[in-house]
């Protein structure tokens, strides 16, 4: 499985940004989707998750009601829609694929496919 994210920039507070991650595998239904975040010096952090069929969601509690995880699978597409972004959320931004997984896996070791990252910058 390859993951290809896009979508990350400069963006000042109180802006949004809509990050992309297009997998290329035949059977991406199959595979729960997750979005991951890297501040510099900091561990990598659970953001949002979603079940397979798209039907299910979960959030870490700083994100909740600013970010909105979906997925196509007709396109193989997942995507994180953040709106109110604060500098906080400055990070580098992961898409992980874990077949079968769960939404409620907030530890990155729970994922074993990942994407190489898209940076986020939220200026002040």
């Known amino acids: 499985v390859q993951l290809q994210a896009s979508g990350g920039g400069l963006v000042q507070a109180g802006g949004s940004l809509r990050l992309s991650c297009t997998a290329s595998?035949?059977?991406?239904?199959?595979?729960?989707m997750g979005w991951f975040r890297q501040a510099r010096g900091k561990e990598r952090e659970f953001v949002a998750a979603?079940?397979?069929?798209?039907?299910?969601?979960y959030y870490a509690d700083s994100v909740k009601t600013r970010f909105t995880i979906s997925r196509d699978n007709t396109g193989n597409t997942v995507y994180l829609q953040m709106n109110s972004l604060k500098p906080e959320d400055t990070a580098v931004y992961y898409c992980?694929?874990?077949?079968?997984?769960?939404?409620?896996?907030?530890?990155?070791?729970?994922?074993?496919?990942w994407g190489q990252g898209t940076l986020v910058t939220v200026s002040s």
């Open positions: 992980a694929a874990e077949q079968l997984g769960s939404v409620r896996d907030v530890q990155p070791l729970k994922y074993h496919y």
């Open positions: 595998v035949r059977t991406f239904s199959r595979y729960t």
């Open positions: 979603i079940s397979m069929s798209g039907i299910s969601t």
